[in-house]
């Protein structure tokens, strides 16, 4: 009898050894929170970096129930998996139109750019194109026109939807928020448009005089706590988790990970972790990181790998191999602690992790 083997390139692979579990209830909670303080104001989500790195396939249809209408992402990229879930009408790019082939995009799909300079409202006019948005520059000098560039005759011909600006300090108490907050004035009574956005997350807290008609979250809504007027509102959404792959027996004097900067002074049952900075926990976690098992600390020994993390396991003897336990993310915590910026947190972690909705329900 001839058996003929599949195609091993059709094989499924086995359930990952890393998981990026969603607290979707504490996101929808963070989104109503975020639209509770923006007042009168509408309240969207920044989901560019695939939602910072939790999944736009998980986050999109979690905020869309919750009532969320405006999407922003920065990548044209980006936009196939938002407008899986969302009318393409209701998202933005916000790294805007920058050839023939995203004005074509963007026509095809129905799908807003935001324009970010005259040379961008000129390729959208000439294209015939509808309704877009229009970022200007207020301070931060990154994208969007000029304040000199808002009598241009250009922007009185084509269809303003948002017009946006940014916060370069949202997250300090600066001068530069109420000058902002000034020139966007300007930018309003200047430039025609149907709704003016100016707050991101941390902008939300500097009051109602920063909420104009639709204000774009991002951070906060993954539990980032960009300002202390979030803490206790605000909770954690993402839950990273590593199986453990060996249990060893260290001996006092045995050497840990590569170039041995941590030596056992005592008997420790060490887990060896299938995580490393490969997928964004990265070596400045050596030594100092921690997970947990069960509410139980595990210290991470000695260097962080590419692919693996060895930790000790002392206060969790039932923990063994195939155990799932938590890397220590609580962002304002985790971000004091490693000098990594809460964002950078959640857009670190790698593709390695599984973001499958079958371990969605976390409570
Ligand atoms: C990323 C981004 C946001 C969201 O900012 P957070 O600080 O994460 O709330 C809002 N607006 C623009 C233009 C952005 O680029």
Not at 3 to 12: C, H, K, R, S
Not at 321 to 333: F, H
Not at 342 to 348: A, G, I, V
Request: with cysteine; proline share 6%; charged share 20%.
């Amino acid at each position: 009898m001839v058996t003929t083997l599949p195609d091993p390139a059709l094989v499924p692979p086995p359930p990952a050894a890393l998981r990026l579990r969603l607290d979707a209830a504490a996101l929808a909670e963070n989104w109503r929170a975020l639209a509770r303080m923006s007042g009168a104001a509408a309240t969207g989500a920044a989901v560019k970096a695939d939602a910072y790195g939790l999944g736009a396939a998980r986050v999109v249809p979690t905020l869309a129930a919750a009532g969320c209408r405006d999407w922003f992402v920065a990548h044209w990229s980006e936009v196939p998996d938002v407008i899986a879930h969302v009318p393409a009408g209701q998202v933005a790019v916000l790294h805007g139109p920058l050839n023939a082939a995203d004005v074509a995009f963007a026509l095809r799909t129905g799908v807003r750019p935001v324009l970010n300079s005259l040379e961008q409202v000129a390729r959208w006019h000439e294209a015939g194109g509808g309704a877009c948005h229009v970022m200007v520059d207020t301070g931060m000098n990154r994208l969007g026109l000029a304040m000199a560039d808002l009598g241009h005759p250009l922007l009185a011909r084509i269809d303003i939807d948002l017009v946006l600006s940014h916060l370069a300090s949202a997250d300090e108490d600066t001068a530069q928020n109420a000058q902002q907050l000034a020139r966007f004035a300007q930018v309003r009574s200047a430039l025609p448009g149907r709704r003016y956005s100016l707050a991101n997350s941390a902008g939300i807290a500097l009051g109602a005089d920063y909420h104009a008609d639709l204000t774009r979250p991002g951070i906060a809504l993954y539990g980032g706590i960009p300002r202390r007027d979030f803490a206790g509102t605000i909770g954690q959404t993402a839950y990273p988790e590593a199986a453990v792959v060996q249990v060893r027996a260290l001996q006092p004097g045995d050497r840990v990970g590569y170039n041995a900067t941590f030596v056992a002074d005592r008997p420790i049952r060490a887990g060896i972790l299938a995580t490393g900075y490969a997928d964004g926990y990265l070596r400045c976690w050596s030594n100092i990181g921690a997970f947990s098992f069960r509410d139980k600390i595990l210290p991470v020994l000695g260097r962080v790998s590419m692919d693996l993390v060895i930790v000790d396991l002392s206060a969790a003897p039932e923990c063994g191999e195939g155990d799932w336990v938590a890397i220590d993310y609580a962002l304002p915590a985790a971000s004091a602690a490693s000098g990594l910026s809460q964002y950078e947190l959640l857009t670190l972690l790698g593709r390695r992790f599984s973001r499958s909705a079958d371990f969605n329900a976390i409570r």
